[in-house]
């Protein structure tokens, strides 16, 4: 049995789902409320001390950490891989993996922006603009990329997806809720619209998932 503790609206989950249903695997999902703190309840903290999401529990063993979860379903199903290609091409695959998920994603997910609006007293305004400086930060070296890869895919890397697209695609949707002009990133704005049109991104959506509000 198969346990994904998940919030609709959380990025670093949303990777997981794909990876899941790219796997074919079967899952039952928990939500947990970020928005009414339930990151923070006892029980949930029990099962993950750091509180975030998701969590991956497998016949009662508990794993954190997108992705640390999706190279272990990677490893468990290696089939379709999520890491294809030679040692060079995986290597960029986890280059562009990593700067979604270690750049753009830490300085911008909720518990940041709350404490930003919180702690520190800025305002919904200045907010947004911090929200906005880090995913062009990120986003301006990863369109360079995409745009010196060979071929035109529709994938970050290859003629599959990998890694980097399931990091990718959720990174936009973020970008979309917060209003930001994508325009800069047409080969960005290409693969996301790709991958959508495949069953297992479009499953994963968070419009899609059962506790979306």
């Given at each position: 049995?198969?346990?994904?503790?998940?919030?609709?609206?959380?990025?670093?989950?949303?990777?997981?789902?794909?990876?899941?249903?790219?796997?074919?695997?079967?899952y039952?999902?928990?939500?947990?409320?970020?928005?009414?703190?339930?990151?923070?309840?006892?029980?949930y903290?029990?099962?993950?001390?750091?509180?975030?999401?998701?969590a991956?529990?497998?016949?009662?063993?508990?794993?954190?950490?997108?992705?640390?979860?999706?190279?272990?379903?990677?490893?468990?199903?290696?089939?379709?891989?999520?890491?294809?290609?030679?040692?060079?091409?995986?290597?960029?695959?986890?280059?562009?993996?990593?700067?979604?998920?270690?750049?753009?994603?830490?300085?911008?997910?909720?518990?940041?922006?709350?404490?930003?609006?919180?702690?520190?007293?800025?305002s919904?305004?200045?907010?947004?603009?911090?929200?906005?400086?880090?995913?062009?930060?990120?986003?301006?070296?990863?369109?360079?990329?995409?745009?010196?890869?060979?071929?035109?895919?529709?994938?970050?890397?290859?003629?599959?997806?990998?890694?980097?697209?399931?990091?990718?695609?959720?990174?936009?949707?973020?970008?979309?809720?917060?209003?930001?002009?994508?325009?800069?990133?047409?080969?960005?704005?290409?693969?996301?619209?790709?991958?959508?049109?495949?069953d297992?991104?479009?499953?994963?959506?968070?419009?899609?998932?059962?506790?979306?509000?």
């Open positions: 049995m198969i346990t994904l503790y998940d919030y609709f609206r959380s990025t670093a989950a949303y990777r997981v789902r794909i990876a899941l249903n790219l796997k074919g695997m079967d039952r999902q928990a939500p947990v409320n970020l928005l009414k703190g339930e990151d923070g309840d006892t029980g903290r029990t099962l993950n001390p750091q509180g975030l999401v998701p991956l529990e497998v016949d009662g063993n508990v794993l954190q950490q997108s992705l640390a979860i999706c190279e272990y379903l990677d490893e468990v199903q290696p089939d379709p891989p999520l890491l294809p290609g030679d040692p060079f091409q995986r290597a960029r695959i986890r280059a562009l993996a990593q700067m979604v998920a270690c750049d753009i994603h830490p300085v911008n997910n909720l518990r940041i922006l709350k404490y930003l609006t919180g702690k520190l007293g800025v919904e305004d200045e907010k947004l603009a911090w929200y906005h400086h880090w995913i062009e930060e990120g986003f301006h070296p990863i369109e360079q990329m995409l745009q010196t890869s060979p071929g035109d895919t529709g994938f970050c890397l290859g003629e599959q997806v990998s890694l980097a697209d399931i990091c990718l695609v959720p990174q936009v949707y973020n970008a979309r809720r917060f209003d930001l002009d994508l325009a800069p990133y047409p080969r960005i704005v290409a693969i996301e619209q790709h991958c959508l049109t495949l297992a991104f479009e499953r994963a959506r968070p419009e899609n998932q059962p506790d979306a509000v």
